[in-house]
Structures are given as structure tokens and as C-alpha cells.
């Protein structure tokens, strides 16, 4: 890659973040007020908005090969129906035959709900969607709160992570890290 041809690519990530963070905070922003429903019935308890990292064990490469993530994010709750709680931490463990061009996934994600309370949640979560433009890997997912605050609720992630290192899919280590912005949702049928 030519010199000139680096700093268009790095803006054009930049503007790509920028973009996806702001369209994260605008559906948290335009969420409906907590205990009001959304589209599918539900009422929603939590919307939350923030950014998340995650590593992959082996790295992502163009092979699709088994591999474990490690997910750690951190947001805003904005729209919360337990005033206390305005802000939360989560971590996950999932795995799935993935590449750097597909592939779902599904774990276990552990919620710590801040603010003035500390509670915990506990979900089991599958992608429902995975997709890879121009090498982002896009992911919503959802499942069941099992355990903890919230118990019983439906939790939906929809996480960004920025493909800055899209080259490194082409080597034998392939992309271990990437990071970018998440929303998470807590509602209830």
C-alpha cells in the first residue's frame, strides 16, 4: 500500500467509527422510555450504549476454523427502568466457527449493572446475525436472561467491531483483537 493511499484508509475508518457510534447512541437516545414496549411487544427495561472489545482464540483468519472470544464493554444506560441503575460492565465468553468473512456465535454474557445499585446479570446469548462489510464484523444477538437481575428477560447485543487491521486476516496469526460500539437492550414479553 502506497503511503498517500494510508492516511485515506485510516480516515475512512475513522469516519466508518464515528458513523457507527453515532447511530449506537442515537437508538439508545430514541428508545422508547423504560416500560414502554418496542416493536415486537416487549417492555423494555434496560437500553444501554457504550463500546466493546474482544479477542479471538486462534485469531481470525479467511478459514473458518473454531474459535473462542473473549469479550469486555463498557456503557451508559440511559433509558433504565430501576433508577438506580445507570450504567453497566459486561464481559462474555462464546465460541463458533468463524472467519474474518462469517460466522456466528454463542456464550454465556455476565452483566454488572452500576450506578447507585450492583447488580448482576447472567445470559445465554446466540447471534442471530454476523456479517462482515468491508471487513467490520457486525453482530446481533440475543438470548435469555438465567440468573440474577432481570431474570427471565430478553437481552439483545448489537455490537461493531472496526476491522482497523484487515491485513492481519491474511496472516497465519490472523486478527486477534478488534474493538468498537455496542448497544444492549433488556426487555421483557
Known amino acids: 500500500m502506497t503511503t498517500a493511499a494510508r492516511p485515506h484508509r485510516t480516515r475512512r475508518t475513522r469516519r466508518i467509527a464515528a458513523t457507527l457510534a453515532l447511530t449506537a447512541a442515537a437508538l439508545v437516545q430514541t428508545a422508547q422510555p423504560a416500560g414502554a414496549h418496542d416493536d415486537h411487544g416487549r417492555s423494555v427495561l434496560m437500553a444501554c450504549a457504550g463500546t466493546v472489545a474482544a479477542s479471538y482464540a486462534p ?5 473458518p476454523r473454531d474459535t473462542s472470544i473473549n469479550s469486555r464493554a463498557v456503557v451508559g444506560c440511559p433509558v ?11 464481559g ?20 454488572h449493572w452500576g450506578g447507585h445499585a450492583k447488580k448482576t446479570s447472567t445470559a445465554h446469548i446466540s447471534s442471530v446475525a454476523a456479517v462482515r462489510p468491508n471487513g467490520n464484523i457486525v453482530t446481533v444477538s440475543t438470548g435469555s ?4 437481575a432481570f431474570k427471565g428477560a430478553t437481552v439483545i447485543t448489537e455490537v461493531t467491531l472496526l476491522a482497523s487491521r484487515q491485513t492481519a486476516c491474511l496472516t497465519p496469526q490472523g486478527l486477534t483483537a478488534a474493538s468498537g460500539p455496542t448497544t ?6
Not at 145 to 148: C, Q, W
Not at 184 to 189: F, G, H, K
Open 59 to 63: 485469531g481470525l483468519t479467511y478459514v
Open 80 to 90: 433504565s427502568s430501576d433508577p438506580s441503575v445507570s450504567s453497566a460492565t459486561f
Open 92 to 111: 462474555g465468553e462464546s465460541s463458533g466457527t468463524l472467519s474474518c468473512l462469517l460466522g456466528p456465535a454463542s456464550g454465556t454474557l455476565t452483566l
Open 145 to 148: 436472561i438465567t440468573d440474577g
Open 184 to 189: 444492549v437492550t433488556v426487555a421483557r414479553l
